[in-house]
């Protein structure tokens, strides 16, 4: 399945710049500038954090992508720089620690989480100074999320946070085609980091001195590829 939507991702990206071309050939695409838009989006996430590779060691990597959606509303000042407030609502899945139990063993839970970014949006076609079809963007932001609904992961000592408000920081890519009445789609490729708690676990310093090698790493990170429809208005 993961297969197949990273195909559809590329084929989609493919379609939109050779229609690019296409229409640029033809007359020039409307500006941007100055408009407001609405975006809805969604894909699947792979969630990396303490212990994700535990679930690989269980034969169970897959379970590590889950599926978000997102609502984004934004402004284009010009052609080249613009800016999105997005919220996103989906499902994630961690791991307690198996390094240091008796038995080792594999304790798998899931949680949900609500988050909001503001991203700066840079369009790499403004620099040409026309507005075109086709729109490759850069973008980067800010924001936090609340992670909640933690299941139990029935560890014999580790205990999960539940209920958790954590920063975050993201950067990613855009891929837009839009068309004449302000309709799009689009392709979003990010990734997306927190501060530790966003999964519910916070490794100490006596967890990394007592295993060497054990994830010490101090973000929870996700990676998301989502596809959209935006109106430009």
């Known amino acids: 399945m993961m297969k197949q939507f990273i195909c559809i991702v590329c084929a989609l990206c493919l379609g939109a710049t050779v229609m690019s071309a296409q229409e640029e050939e033809r007359q020039q695409a409307p500006s941007h500038a100055g408009r407001f838009f609405i975006a809805l989006q969604g894909g699947p996430a792979l969630n ?13 990597t897959m379970d590590l992508l889950t599926l978000q959606g997102a609502l984004a509303v934004g ?24 390094r240091e139990t ?26 040409r100074g026309r507005s075109t079809a086709f729109r490759p963007k850069l973008y980067a932001g800010l924001g936090g999320a609340h992670t909640f609904g933690f299941t ?62 054990y994830p010490g790493f101090p973000l929870d990170l996700r990676g998301i590829i989502s596809l959209g429809v935006v109106y430009h208005f």
């Open 48 to 60: 990396i954090y303490e212990n994700a590779f535990s679930y690989g060691d269980n034969g169970r």
């Open 75 to 98: 402004y284009d000042f010009s052609e080249v720089f613009g800016l999105r407030l997005q919220g996103a609502f989906g499902k994630d899945a961690g791991a307690c620690n198996v």
């Open 102 to 127: 008796a038995g080792g063993g594999f304790y798998p839970y899931i949680f949900r989480h609500v988050n909001v970014f503001a991203d700066a949006v840079l369009n790499l076609a403004g620099f």
């Open 152 to 213: 139990d992961p029935s560890h014999p000592w580790q205990k999960v946070v539940n209920k958790n408000t954590v920063f975050g920081f993201r950067g990613g890519f855009i891929a837009e085609y839009t068309f004449k009445p302000g309709i799009g789609i689009y392709a979003d490729l990010c990734g997306e980091a927190y501060t530790d708690m966003y999964n519910g676990l916070e490794p100490t310093e006596e967890d990394k001195r007592r295993f060497e090698g």
